[in-house]
């Protein structure tokens, strides 16, 4: 896949300042390799992909023009050389990963690709086919069960004859890690649960989706705040997802009624922890948040590049020191989304939701009682100010006016995502374009009754 062309591209790139020439390893040789003169236009023709400008999150021009001019090298490589090839880069396969490729050239890439090279690619780097933007979610979802599997046998096969005592306590927290996520992968009520990124070093990261992020109608991303690890946190996080998902689709099929036919639109939840969060010692500092809104960039931009033929209502749920990074990603404007909603925030550099990038300033805040971080403006802004624009959503419990259930309240800093509550309500809400219905908001409308008309995306 782009993965293969990537690495080669990033070969090129270096070895012969992107002319086209072509470094192969000893196994590739043989084959037949597309013109230098035809890679070279890939890569240096004006208005290509390897001309677009370097984004905030770290995809530059250079990154652009290697996974482009790796296209006629790639195929020429037979897929029975692939694993070889791959082998001899494995430097750059990495490169590719810290600095990649904007998500619609590698999405372009990929489709390129027949389907042999496309399966050998995947066996041969599943790690960085899983972690690349803009590869179907299928795909990666295929790739990182593969690398989780293996380097799960890895670690237990060096644990077998490792005796430092040191090495030993890192490969069981390793185990324990990998094993958590592979637990959290488990289907729950028939919905398919997908592992869509992993970082499986000491600092992990995951990323795992409930429901099917190719083709549902409404999806929202979750970004967690401090103290929220892959290796502790990740079998919670996805019961997260699962209950947000169901709430959307309990709502959704309650709008759509006899139209629902028993199935509503689909709803994609991403049980999303892409950065290290901070812990006590480094909550006060900048450079974490900014490595998460790199991320989450990429991973928005993602979504986008698959999905631009059917984009979906596309939101971002996002607590305490993680809507500080999500909002430094949103202020760059290289990728919008629907709606955002922001609890228990510290702020950001934005003053206001015209600062950005959210359709119509569809921008949620919610703000819990005794919760010790709202209102602090510790990070530049206060989102629960009336002079941002935000529309306020409700957290303290209510008696809910669709479903005339009794919802609990969340209190202090980390009950906003609790099953039950108002918050979670209300978040299910704007995931699913019906802001309007929020408690608490300006729009809201308590008494709407049991049948309010469905946005276009729901009806779709």
């Known amino acids: 896949m782009l993965v293969g062309f990537a690495a080669v591209s990033i070969v090129t790139s270096v070895v012969s300042g992107l002319t086209g020439a072509i470094a192969m390893s000893a196994d590739a040789q043989s084959a037949t390799v597309a013109p230098a003169s035809h890679v070279a236009t890939l890569t240096s023709a004006p208005g290509s992909v390897g001309d677009a400008p370097a984004s905030s999150g770290g995809s530059g021009t250079s990154g652009a023009s290697a996974a482009t001019g790796v296209l006629g090298s790639i195929q020429a490589v037979d897929p029975a050389a692939l694993p070889g090839f791959l082998g001899a880069h494995t430097a750059d396969l990495d490169r590719l990963l810290t600095a990649p490729p904007p998500a619609a050239d590698v999405s372009t890439l990929w489709r390129l690709l027949d389907p042999a090279r496309q399966k050998a690619l995947l066996h041969a780097a599943p790690h960085v086919v899983g972690n690349l933007e803009g590869i179907p979610y299928a795909v990666r979802g295929k790739a990182n069960a593969l690398d989780l599997s293996r380097t799960m046998s890895r670690a237990k096969e060096r644990l077998s004859?490792?005796?430092?005592?040191?090495?030993?306590?890192?490969?069981?927290?390793?185990?324990?890690?990998?094993?958590?996520?592979?637990?959290?992968?488990?289907?729950?009520?028939?919905?398919?649960?997908?592992?869509?990124?992993?970082?499986?070093?000491?600092?992990?990261?995951?990323?795992?989706?409930?429901?099917?992020?190719?083709?549902?109608?409404?999806?929202?991303?979750?970004?967690?705040?401090?103290?929220?690890?892959?290796g502790e946190q990740i079998e919670a996080w996805a019961e997260v997802a699962q209950d947000l998902h169901d709430t959307e689709t309990g709502f959704l099929k309650r709008f759509l009624g006899p139209r629902s036919a028993g199935a509503a639109p689909g709803v994609a939840v991403v049980a999303w922890i892409g950065y290290q969060t901070p812990m006590l010692m480094n909550i006060g500092g900048m450079q974490l948040a900014r490595e998460g809104a790199d991320s989450l960039e990429r991973t928005l931009q993602g979504i986008r590049a698959i999905r631009q033929d059917d984009p979906p209502y596309?939101?971002?749920?996002?607590?305490?020191?993680?809507?500080?990074?999500?909002?430094?990603?949103?202020?760059?404007?290289?990728?919008?989304?629907?709606?955002?909603?922001?609890?228990?925030?510290?702020?950001?550099?934005?003053?206001?939701?015209?600062?950005?990038?959210?359709?119509?300033?569809?921008?949620?805040?919610?703000?819990?009682?005794?919760?010790?971080?709202?209102?602090?403006?510790?990070?530049?802004?206060?989102?629960?100010?009336?002079?941002?624009?935000?529309?306020p959503m409700g957290t303290q419990g209510a008696v809910d006016p669709i479903t005339h259930r009794t919802l609990a309240g969340s209190s202090g800093h980390n009950e906003y995502f609790t099953a039950g509550t108002e918050s979670v309500r209300n978040l299910a809400l704007i995931g699913i374009d019906q802001g309007r219905l929020v408690l608490g908001s300006s729009a809201g409308s308590p008494g709407s009754g049991d049948t309010p008309e469905t946005s276009a995306a729901a009806s779709r």
């Open 161 to 230: 004859s490792e005796h430092g005592k040191a090495e030993r306590v890192a490969l069981k927290q390793q185990l324990t890690t990998l094993g958590n996520v592979a637990a959290a992968l488990k289907k729950k009520d028939g919905v398919t649960r997908t592992l869509v990124s992993l970082d499986p070093s000491e600092n992990a990261k995951a990323a795992i989706v409930v429901g099917d992020l190719s083709t549902a109608r409404f999806v929202s991303v979750l970004v967690p705040g401090m103290y929220m690890s892959v």
């Open 314 to 391: 596309l939101s971002v749920f996002a607590h305490s020191y993680g809507s500080t990074a999500a909002l430094l990603a949103l202020e760059r404007h290289t990728v919008t989304v629907d709606a955002l909603a922001l609890m228990g925030s510290p702020g950001s550099d934005a003053q206001s939701v015209r600062d950005l990038a959210v359709r119509d300033g569809n921008v949620f805040v919610g703000e819990a009682p005794m919760d010790p971080i709202v209102n602090s403006a510790f990070f530049g802004s206060d989102p629960g100010s009336p002079a941002y624009g935000a529309k």
